[in-house]
Nanobody
Framework: QVQLVESGGGLVQAGDRLTLSCTTS????????LGWFRQVPGREREFLAA????????YYSSHIGGRFTISRDDAKNTVYLQMNRLQSGDSGLYYC?????????????????WGQGTQVTVSS
C-alpha cells in the first residue's frame, strides 16, 4: 500500500507561481508512474500531468497551456508540480496518484493509489 500526501496548496494571486509536492514515507515511489489531477466542484476530476518511472517520459494536458511542469525526485520519494502564471480557473483540489503502468493519457484506472488532495485557490 502506498500512502500519498500532497502539500503546497494555498491561496495565491492570479499570475503567481506555486509548487505542489507529493510524498510518501511508506514505500518507494521510484517503481511507479506518477500523475497530478485536479477537481473543481461540480466537475469531473481532470488529468494535468504525468511522469513515468525514471522520468523517462512526461505528459501534459493541453488544457494547462504549457504552464505546469511535473518532476520527480525518487531519492526523496517526492513528485512535484510547478505551476506558473496561475489563473482563477486553476483553482481546485489537486491530487497526486501513483500507478504501476501508466500510458500518459491520464486514465484514472491506471492509478492504484491516490492522495487526499491539496486545495489551490487563485484569486483574480
Amino acid at each position: 500500500q502506498v500512502q500519498l500526501v500532497e502539500s503546497g496548496g494555498g491561496l495565491v494571486q492570479a499570475g503567481d507561481r506555486l509548487t505542489l509536492s507529493c510524498t510518501t514515507s511508506a514505500s518507494s515511489l521510484g517503481s511507479y508512474g506518477l500523475g497530478w489531477f485536479r477537481q473543481v466542484p461540480g466537475r469531473e476530476r481532470e488529468f494535468l500531468a504525468a511522469i513515468k518511472q525514471n522520468s523517462a517520459s512526461r505528459y501534459y494536458s493541453s488544457h494547462i497551456g504549457g504552464r505546469f511542469t511535473i518532476s520527480r525526485d525518487d531519492a526523496k520519494n517526492t513528485v512535484y508540480l510547478q505551476m506558473n502564471r496561475l489563473q482563477s480557473g486553476d483553482s481546485g483540489l489537486y491530487y497526486c496518484a501513483a500507478g504501476g503502468q501508466i500510458s500518459g493519457f491520464g486514465l484514472e484506472r491506471e492509478y492504484q493509489f491516490w492522495g487526499q488532495g491539496t486545495q489551490v485557490t487563485v484569486s483574480s
